[in-house]
């Protein structure tokens, strides 16, 4: 599978829940700061400067949010990002507290679809994997991976549908189990002799560990052991390790 597309996979959601939240037809959504004060930054990441607060009894329109940030305008046409964790400690026109999704260590433990990008080895060639993932359960969930390995000697695609067990949704730093089967497809790099083309069914055992970071954002880390069954009298074995980041909805 193409590098351009396992990219994708992971930054095509990302753009779902970081443009506009509100049409261009439509006014602006207004809140009122209700804490002593929110600080605005140049840009919609803590590594931008802070330039101006808004105090208590200030009204803010409500413009784009970003991930964990929104874009707001004061009465005196300023603008700036607030964090959405501020925001949804503000008070909307009727007085209610403004309803918005704060994704957090909760939202990850209860998570129903998540997909992300990871790169390792497979037997010691680098390896690039891209995956998608439903949970039906909180701690069962059901996967489909592409990965491609470029080797010296060889190009490998493989494709694996997975059943992962997760033994401790809640915990920030959660141990996993997974077994899943699927095909893989070895083209050799042969110059002196056209080589033959091999394609096998292969499955597979594992472990790994995911990292809540923050956000929609969470490390992910593995280890499989996989059988290649063969035509021939033997199987192959091969292992592979990867880590990566995923993002979870």
């Not at 909180?138 to 059943?163: D, H, K, R, T, Y």
């Not at 497809?185 to 056209?194: E, F, Q, R, Y």
């Not at 594992?206 to 009298?233: C, M, N, P, Q």
Request: one cysteine or more; glycine letters at 8%; a negative charge.
């Amino acid at each position: 599978m193409p590098i351009a597309i396992l990219i994708l996979m992971l930054c095509l959601p990302v753009t779902a829940w970081a443009g506009w939240l509100w049409g261009d037809d439509e006014p602006a959504p207004r809140a009122q700061v209700v804490e002593p004060f929110v600080v605005w930054r140049t840009g919609p990441a803590v590594g931008y400067p802070v330039f101006h607060s808004s105090e208590k009894g200030e009204w803010l329109s409500l413009l784009q949010r970003k991930t964990g940030w929104m874009k707001v305008r004061d009465d005196k046409g300023r603008e700036g990002w607030v964090a959405v964790a501020a925001i949804a400690q503000t008070r909307d026109a009727t007085g209610e507290m403004v309803n918005l999704s704060v994704p957090d260590l909760e939202a990850f433990s209860n998570r129903t679809l998540e997909s992300g990008l990871m790169m390792g080895e497979f037997e010691g060639a680098s390896v690039i994997s891209g995956y998608g993932g439903w949970w039906f359960t909180p701690n069962l969930a059901a996967e489909l991976w592409g990965s491609q390995v470029l080797g010296s000697a060889s190009e490998i695609l493989m494709v694996n549908a997975n059943i992962v067990h997760q033994p401790f949704p809640h915990w920030r730093v959660s141990p996993y189990f997974t077994l899943g089967a699927g095909h893989i497809w070895v083209d050799p790099k042969a110059t002196l002799a056209v080589p033959e083309e091999r394609d096998n069914p292969i499955a597979h055992a594992g472990l790994g560990l995911r990292v809540y970071i923050t956000d929609r954002y969470f490390i992910r880390a593995e280890f499989k052991d996989y059988k290649v069954f063969t035509s021939r009298s033997t199987n192959e074995e091969a292992t592979e390790w990867k880590i990566g980041l995923s993002i979870f909805f």
